[in-house]
């Protein structure tokens, strides 16, 4: 069930296009990755679905129903959001349970549902010792893991996280990122992430989105994106002639063949046996030394989503 939609949205100040006509739906239960440079539209685009900031135009959907900023019930889709900011913000001079339970109120959450939910996430988190201690004594890392809670604590439909895993330990980015999983599998809990961090996007996320100035270049399952795409590397005993850049675009099936010194690189979705590749050089008159094979990763793609984009 999509449970968020967003098309043809755009956003321009004055001259200035910050969105430009971009439209996506999520649904239930999944982790969308939302990436981009600074300043490519990602905070616009999540101050405009949380109705922070005004659109210019375009239509956004909830549950299949455009959302009217405007209206109470505006208010009432509100409480099924969950927002984690980069940069948190707390009254410090307030214990981590009374801030917590301040916004639990505010999302009408009963105190035994409180007491119960924040005794799990606290101790996932390995927080709890620390819940009667003023905010304003935590480091970053700690802070994040509030910040983490609070944006769960009332089981919302959908959660937006900008880089949720910033200042906090390896260890923690395992544990957050294993609590992501289970909130969403067990939960049904979406997850709208905007991270720099492509090594953690790539292992939790069953969507992939890049913006880049405003414009969507990039937008599907992660599974199908990266399905079938690999990466041959060779390396020769000698540097090969450019003669034989054609004959090896109809071995690998692809136009993506670099040569560089003694080494090829081949991209491709056409999958060979190692022994084909090998005769095949060895009929050209050379010999591999070496030879890796590598599937493409969330940051090979994003890299090259890019690159292509500003050619």
Do not use: C, W
Not at 160 to 181: A, H, N, Q, T, Y
């Amino acid at each position: 069930m999509k449970i968020l939609e967003v098309s043809n949205l755009n956003k321009k100040i004055g001259d200035k296009t910050i969105l430009n006509n971009i439209s996506f739906s999520m649904k239930e239960g999944k982790v969308l990755a939302y990436l981009g440079h600074n300043g490519a539209g990602k905070t616009t685009t999540v101050r405009i679905i949380l109705g922070i900031l005004d659109k210019t135009n375009g239509i956004i959907k909830y549950n299949g129903k455009e959302i009217d900023y405007n209206s109470k019930d505006f208010d009432e889709i509100r409480k099924r959001f969950g927002v984690m900011l980069d940069t948190p913000a707390f009254y410090n001079e307030m214990t981590a349970y009374e801030n917590l339970k301040i916004f639990a109120s505010l999302y009408g959450l009963e105190k035994n549902l409180f007491d119960e939910r924040l005794n799990y996430l606290s101790q996932y988190l390995e927080i709890k010792d620390f819940l009667n201690s003023k905010v304003k004594t935590f480091s970053k890392g700690m802070r994040q893991k509030i910040s983490f809670i609070r944006a769960v604590i009332h089981y919302p439909e959908i959660v937006f996280m900008d880089e949720p895993m910033s200042g906090v330990d390896p260890v923690m980015r395992v544990k957050m990122r294993d609590l992501i999983e289970k909130l969403r599998d067990e939960n049904k809990i979406s997850f709208f992430i905007t991270s720099h961090d492509l090594a953690e996007m790539d292992k939790i996320s069953d969507y992939v989105m890049i913006l880049e100035k405003g414009n969507i270049l990039l937008y599907g399952e992660m599974n199908k994106i990266k399905e079938g795409k690999i990466i041959y590397k060779l390396t020769l005993n000698k540097n090969p002639d450019n003669s034989i850049l054609n004959q090896l675009k109809n071995l690998f099936k692809t136009d993506e063949i670099e040569l560089k010194d003694n080494i090829i690189m081949a991209k491709t979705d056409f999958k060979l046996e190692a022994d084909k590749i090998f005769e095949f050089i060895k009929n050209l008159g050379y010999s591999i030394t070496d030879m890796n094979k590598e599937t493409y990763n969330l940051e090979k793609i994003y890299l090259e989503t890019i690159t292509r984009n500003e050619k």
